[in-house]
Nanobody, 118 residues
Framework: QVQLEESGGGLVPPGGSLRISCAAS????????MGWYRQRPGSQREYVAT???????NYANSVKGRFTISRDVHQTTVYLQMNNLKPEDTAVYYC????????????WGQGTQVTVSS
């Protein structure tokens, strides 16, 4: 079993930056890729970004060029650096982890709130 815990959410003005983190614990051998989804008010959860164990990354078009996903050398913590934030980035951001050979999220964190507002 894998446990995920997000941190770093908060309130930031439009155009600002924020970095959120996700720490994984438990059985690391059950994790291949990690990433982020978000759920905006009144909307379904949507994909944001992924990083694989080989450090390959992928982004949703809505955040490409503004967000950067990375992970630490031990591959236990994944980060999402968010720059040039917009009000429409306001959402609860959920960390996920996927098992080897299956890119679908298998484990989820509880979420961290990011609010972009002046």
């Amino acid at each position: 079993q894998v446990q995920l815990e997000e941190s770093g959410g908060g309130l930031v003005p439009p155009g600002g930056s924020l970095r959120i983190s996700c720490a994984a614990s438990g059985s690391r051998f059950n994790v291949e890729s990690m990433g982020w989804y978000r759920q905006r008010p009144g909307s379904q959860r949507e994909y944001v970004a992924t990083i694989t164990s080989d450090d390959l990354t992928n982004y949703a078009n809505s955040v490409k060029g503004r967000f950067t996903i990375s992970r630490d050398v031990h591959q236990t913590t994944v980060y999402l650096q968010m720059n040039n934030l917009k009000p429409e980035d306001t959402a609860v951001y959920y960390c996920y982890a996927a098992r080897p050979y299956n890119p679908n999220p298998a484990y989820w964190g509880q979420g961290t709130q990011v609010t972009v507002s002046s």
